[in-house]
């Protein structure tokens, strides 16, 4: 199994070691040459999700992704990542990959609680740790199914192919989401 992590900025370094723990591959996505033929998914990590979109653009990476994404690929979007993947963002009118059916509110937590440390249920895997920095939440759901909420905000929502996360799984000890991710092939 060979994973993309998209590493223009952000958190991507900590992803490719959870992947390794689960036994899976990764390569680093940083220019369009850097995408291969072939490869089975793909991860949008977290950092600052206007610099990011504005990368994707112009290194004309924006499109491409997309186009994966709509086939079909495997896609885990965590924070900036998930806001990446977002249809739309609450009361912005900026769109990015927009391939999912959620609608994102960044910064949500606002600047007291602007990082914590919680656990909660996660789809039907029990109660994993979750790490938020800066982080959004999901304010609502069109086509995309919830399977995460904490103090009844949604955090975490899946749609066919996508799976998107408003923490930071690969932060925390538990490789569980990442080998819950590499299980969407
Ligand atoms: N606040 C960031 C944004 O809006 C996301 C924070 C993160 O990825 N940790 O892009």
Redesign the pocket.
Known sequence: MRIGILALQ??FIEHAKKLSECGAESFEIRQLKDLPDSFDGLILP?????TMGKLLHDLELMNPIKEYIQSGMPVMG????M?LLAEKIYEDDTVHLGTMGITVK??AYGRQLGSFHTTAKFDDMGELPMTF????YIESVSTATPIATVDGRIVAAKENNQLALAF?PELDDSILIHQYFLGMK
């Open positions: 952000g958190a977290g950092g600052e999700s206007t965590t924070c900036a990542g806001i960044r910064n920095i800066r982080a959004p930071h």
